[in-house]
């Protein structure tokens, strides 16, 4: 618990912007593929957009043009700027951090922080 603290959501308007924000430790950072998940009511957890270890980004096809996210390895903290927010990217986001060695799967996340798109 801990490991990931996550920050920057809120209600914003169709069209606005907001940027989330997740802090880790230095030694989860250097090694793990880091991740923004989204859960709305009554729908699964998915995943919205990753960058590994090594830089390699990947989206969800809703957001991209929309989002970016990025690594700021010096404060070992991962972003998620999104922009043109729609009512349908309602939903409580979760940091992740992922690694997997072999058969060896280890995952950490995020409390969870809310965003709200609406009029």
């Known amino acids: 618990q801990g490991q990931l603290v996550e920050s920057g959501g809120g209600l914003v308007q169709p069209g606005g912007s907001l940027r989330l924000s997740c802090a880790t430790s230095r030694s989860i950072f250097s090694l793990y593929d880091m991740g923004w998940y989204r859960q709305a009511p009554g729908k699964q957890r998915e995943l919205v957009a990753s960058?590994?270890?090594?830089?390699?980004?990947n989206y969800e096809d809703s957001v991209k043009g929309r989002f970016t996210i990025s690594r700021d390895n010096g404060k070992s903290t991962v972003y998620l700027q999104m922009n043109s927010l729609k009512p349908e990217d309602t939903a409580v986001y979760y940091c992740?951090?992922?690694?997997?060695?072999?058969?060896?799967?280890?995952?950490?996340w995020g409390q969870g922080t809310q965003v709200t798109v609406s009029s």
């Open positions: 960058v590994s270890s090594s830089g390699s980004i």
């Open positions: 992740n951090a992922h690694l997997q060695i072999s058969w060896n799967i280890k995952d950490y």
